[in-house]
């Protein structure tokens, strides 16, 4: 438990909107617990907020909360000197900045101590969201103000590719509220849940949670489930995003492949499944697949870095396929009873080396560390 009392420590956390996703829930997470140490915390964001927002979570939190109100235009026209009032009222002892419109503008305040989190890769990353020519543009830029930053990112592999540009450079891993997210006490209120939840309450449940894009290689889960012997088993698909429609289409309407649109709390589907199934191409450390471990769900995971490290400290809370290769999931599939994974070793991997709290305490100690 965080015991130590950080009481008269003052951090600014810079980014560029509260919109939700993966990065501003493992802020959420962090301000929270800093929170509790009597740590001083105020949040700024550059921009308005986006329809899909936790910003009033951060607020029932009772954090401080400023925003420069500014659009990506006027961020990079007017948003140093708006910064840098703000930051000479609030007088902190650390700024830690989070994304590439915070980093660039953090990076050329004048102040002792600044340090960003890395939660993506760039080099990737960027030519996805932005195409070949502007998103490579981008990944440079990020890495090149990331220079004038102490530089923490969420997985060694992350740290691996970016270490020689940056070699002092720290690795603290994503954290997962195991509090919030757990098993349930017996299959009778699983059946309950399912019941509720409009799901198959007979039959082993797959799911996979997250949005609908390319990267998250969910075709090749719908094409492994659609090409194995199924039996008893669903897979549930939860989520939204540009390859919706073509991965509906991919299933044509295959009785055991169910989708749901996102929702705001993924709980309920990870106490209501068996296993949880992650394709990705490519990840920081997601929260997804922690999340998961918690609620103890053991997992499936495509063989790339990210995933290995997360299990690199287990044999029986995961296993793992080609995302390539759609056969090697339908074959891990109708093998897995004799896999002998385990609900209690998922659980324990996430309580061990992901709970939230420990990585706060991680983070508090490389904040006092720095002054």
């Known amino acids: 438990m965080l015991t130590k009392s950080s009481k008269g420590l003052c951090i600014v956390f ?44 951060f607020r029932s939190a009772k954090l401080t909360l400023h925003s420069l109100d500014l659009t990506r235009l006027q961020s990079i026209l007017f948003g140093l000197p ?12 650390i700024i830690h900045s989070q994304g590439l419109r915070s980093d660039a503008l953090c990076a050329y305040l004048k102040h002792p101590v600044k340090i960003t989190t890395q939660r993506n890769n760039p080099s990737s990353d960027y030519p996805r969201l932005y195409g070949p020519l502007v998103g490579r543009l981008s ?9 004038n930053l102490l530089v923490i ?14 070699p002092d450079s720290y690795v603290i891993p994503n954290g997962v509220d195991v509090n919030e997210f757990t098993p349930l006490e017996s ?3 699983q059946q309950t849940l ?25 075709a090749c889960v719908i094409e492994a489930f659609s090409s194995s012997n199924s039996g008893s088993n669903y897979l549930i698909i939860l989520g939204s995003g540009p390859e919706s429609v073509v991965l509906r289409q991919l299933a044509n309407h295959h009785p055991r492949i169910l989708f749901r649109d996102s929702v705001p709390d993924v709980l309920p589907y990870l106490q209501a499944s068996d296993y949880f199934i992650s394709a990705s191409s490519d990840e920081g450390l997601p929260n997804s697949v922690l999340e998961a471990l918690a609620s103890g769900l053991p997992v499936l995971l495509s063989h790339i870095p990210s995933h290995r490290e997360i299990l690199e400290r287990t044999d029986n809370a995961g296993v793992f396929f080609d995302p390539q290769v759609p056969q090697s999931l339908s074959r891990l599939i109708h093998d897995l009873p ?17 709970d939230s709290i420990k990585v706060a305490e991680q983070y508090l100690a490389l904040y006092e560390n720095s002054l």
């Open 338 to 354: 004799n896999r002998h994974l385990s609900s209690s070793a998922a659980r324990a991997l996430a309580c061990t080396h992901f």
């Open 82 to 93: 708006r910064l840098k009032s703000l930051i000479t009222e609030l007088d902190p002892d």
């Open 194 to 218: 399912r019941e509720r939840l409009e799901l198959p309450n007979k039959g082993c449940l797959y799911l996979y949670s997250g949005p609908l894009i390319s990267r998250k290689n969910v």
């Open 153 to 166: 990112r969420c997985a060694n592999s992350l740290h691996q590719k970016d270490s020689r540009q940056h």
């Open 14 to 57: 810079v980014v560029s909107t509260l919109g939700r996703s993966g990065p501003t829930r493992q802020l959420l997470n962090l301000v929270r617990h800093l929170y509790a140490l009597s740590v001083t915390v105020h949040i700024v964001t550059l921009s308005p907020e986006p329809t899909e927002s936790l910003i009033n979570i």
């Open 139 to 147: 990944a440079v830029a990020h890495l090149y103000v990331q220079r």
């Open 187 to 189: 299959p009778l209120k």
